[in-house]
DNA sequence: ATAATATACTATAAAAAGGTAGCATTTTAT
DNA sequence: ATAAAATGCTACCTTTTTATAGTATATTAT
C-alpha cells in the first residue's frame, strides 16, 4: 500500500491531532513532535485547512484545530482529499478503459478486495481513533513512537 | 491504490503477455500494442527479465518470454518485486517505529483490511489471469482495451 | 504602540520518477 | 560475410514530488 509522502505526514497529523487533548497545535509544535520537515509541515497544515478538515488561526496564541467534530471526518476523505477521489478506485493494470461496461480481466477480483480495505478507510472516523487510543494508553506503554 | 506508473506497466506488459499466445514477445510488438514509452518499456523489461520474470532473448527473432510456468508468478510477486518486498506491509499512519511490539493505533484494523486484499494478489497467479482471459473472451468483446 | 508569536505566500532548490536518444552488442536469415 | 533485427547500456532531459528560505501578514499579551 503506496500513499505520497505528503498524504502520509497528512494521517499522522491528524491523527496527532486527534489523540491528543490540547486545545491548539501551532505548526512549530507538530513540526517537533512528529518530525516532519518545518516549511513542508506548515504548507501541509495550510492545505488541509483549505480542505476544511482543520482550521488555522493566526497570530500569537494561534495554531491550528479541528475544524469539525471528528466523528464527521474518516480516513478515505482524508486519503482522497491528498490523493484525488479516484486514487482508492483505480484499475490494477492500469488500463484507463477498464470500466464497468468492458471490465479488464482482474476487476471483479480487484474490485472486492479492494472495497474490503477502502471500507475500512470509510469506517473509521477520526473519533474512533481517538477512542481506541485513549484505551490502549492503559495496556500498551508507548501507542505512537516519534 | 496508488501503484508507481512502473509498475502498472509491469503488470500491463505481463497480463499481456500471459494472456496472448504468441511464442515472442519482441519490445517494439509490446509497445506498440499497450502503448507504453518505447525506451521506457525496454528498460523495463530487461529489468523484469534480471528479476526472473520473463527471459530476453537477443538478436534477430529474439524478443522476451516468461521464464518459469504462469502458475508459479503472482500479482503480490510483480507489485513487491518492483515496489519493494515492504510495499505493501507499510503502516497507515506512516510510522516507522509500528510493528508488532509497539503497534499504532490503527494497525489491527488497517492490518486485517490489508490482508484481505494481497490475499487476493497472492492467490492469483498469472495462469488464473490466462484461464479467465480465455473463458471470457467468448462473452466480452474486448476484454482488455488497449 | 510594540514586540512576540503565529500563519500565509512566493520563489527556489533538491531528489525521485518518468521519459528520450543514440550507440553498442548479440544473433540469425540470407 | 553481412545486413537485419533484436536486446543492453549510458547519458541526458523533463516532470513531479519533497524540502528550504525568506518575507509578508495577522493577532495578542504586555
Sequence with gaps: MILSKTTEYALNVL?????????????DYLCKELKIPRQYLKRLLTDLSKKG?????RGRNGGFIFS???S????LHVIEAMEGPEAMNTCLLGF???IVD???????LWTKARSKMTETL??????DLKNKYDKD???IAQIIIH
Excluded: G
Design 137 to 139: 494508553k492503559k495496556s
Design 15 to 27: 491523527a496527532f491531532m486527534a489523540t491528543r487533548n490540547k486545545e491548539m497545535y501551532p505548526a
Design 53 to 57: 478538515f482543520i482550521t488555522s488561526i
Design 96 to 98: 484507463t478503459a477498464c
Design 102 to 108: 468492458h471490465p479488464c480481466v482482474m476487476h471483479d
Design 122 to 127: 470509510t469506517n473509521t472516523s477520526f473519533a
Design 72 to 75: 464527521t471526518i474518516n480516513f
Design 68 to 70: 469539525r467534530d471528528l
